[in-house]
């Protein structure tokens, strides 16, 4: 959700600058408390019937313009703390909440200018922090307007308990042979190693109006097992699409192709599966802290040495986005489902229904460290009989993950985190669980 995490942010310096000499009438310390206590709306209440008699009391402009511009009337906002500078034009808080009035009207020049105008003064690190990740949003509005083009470098090391996701067993039973027990290769039971993996991407966007812009990328990721070599995977990813915004509802459609290899040092050799199609979303903003948003997609998925493996995969989904407090701790959640059809006759085991749910928040404890964490649940039913094992295929697909984020310095992003998956099915073979622990280093340009 874009700025969800901006638009409170900069209420500290009502407690990290209190004003000189507030006056201790009651009007004022009852509308303080309120504020405080996030009672905006009750602050506002209180202050605007005395207006035309208190207008002009600096102590009660300020609180005033900090109530109506957190009710979101940005405008009477402006008009109260303008009040407030007349008299005193060095205070540092009144230009912090003028500006914030100014970048929710949208005048970003003005914001930014009146930004700049507090960050000259003495302030603490975490306030200073604060306006520059407003100004990067200033940034990112002002690049709206012409082509921007963004990239990035990572680079990680780590370790998987199962490079191949394969069952821990080492022998199996085979219904279709009289219940017979095979012994497994060892390449087809559960193998663990280090890995290092590396990638980077860039983005275009490009705007054609206010409201609709054409953007594109393409990224590639690999990575590569120090001992299991034949397990080793890199893909490439490329988009390109269109999003065209309306007031609070912005759409989307997007063509997306990806090729995805396991253990093919030849660029330009088959790839292990294929996927070309398009994506449709809707994305509407309830208001600063909530979003929903809608999506259809179409895949093409091929699989050059096993055509008959390929399918059309057809997905829907919803999800929902809220910021809690100031918008340190935003929470997602989605729902999805759909089919993966088989394109060959006669192999109705190989499609399947598929459907699932996702959640996951992200904790931003401070300027240089969030942590993250999300967790999903999927449920996938094939459409037919196992010719080995004799039985519709049920699996049921649960993986969680999180980390720590650490930002030492602007665009640059260390991260050590950790992901689990267990897959459990009616097929035994089918049954694995995984655990990959990794320390990821980005860089965005």
Known sequence: MRHLRLLALLLVFITAYPLSGVAADDLLIQAKQRLDNGDAQGAYNLLIPVQSTRAGDPEFDFLLGSAALAVGKNTEAVFALERVLAVEPNSAPARAQIARAYFNLKETETAKREFESVKKQDVPPEVSATIDRFLDAITRLEEADHTTIHG????????????????????????????????????????DDTFISFGGGVNIQHPISKRLSIFGGIAYQNKTNLHEDNFSTYY???????????????????????????????????????????????????????????????????????????????????????????????????????????????????????????LGLQWKLNEKYSIYANASGERRKYGGPDPFFLVDRKDTQYSASGGLIFVPKKNLHITPQVS???????????????????IVLRQDM
């Not at 680079?155 to 017979?180: C, K, M, R």
């Open 420 to 438: 689990w998956t267990d897959n459990r099915s009616n097929i035994k073979v089918n049954e694995f669980d995984r655990v990959i622990y990794q």
């Open 236 to 358: 490439y990813d490329a988009n390109l699409g269109m999003s065209y915004r309306f007031d609070r509802d912005t759409f989307a459609l997007v063509g997306q192709y990806n090729s995805f290899w396991v253990d093919n040092t030849q660029l330009y050799n088959d790839a292990y599966r294929n996927a070309a199609g398009a994506t449709a979303q809707w994305q509407h903003d309830f208001d600063s802290r909530n979003q929903v948003s809608v999506f259809l997609q179409y895949s093409d998925l091929t699989y050059p040495e096993q055509e008959i493996r390929d399918a059309n995969r057809y997905i829907s989904g919803l999800g929902y986005a809220h910021a809690f407090g100031r918008g340190s701790v935003i929470t997602y959640t989605g729902v999805y489902g759909g089919t993966e059809k088989e394109k060959a006759e006669g192999v109705p085991q190989l499609g399947n229904d598929v459907y699932g749910v996702r």
């Open 152 to 191: 990035f470098f990572e680079f990680g090391i780590g370790y998987d308990t199962n490079v191949n996701s394969a069952t821990a067993d080492n022998q199996v039973a085979i219904p279709a042979f009289g219940g017979l027990v095979f012994a497994l290769a060892p390449a087809a039971t559960k193998l």
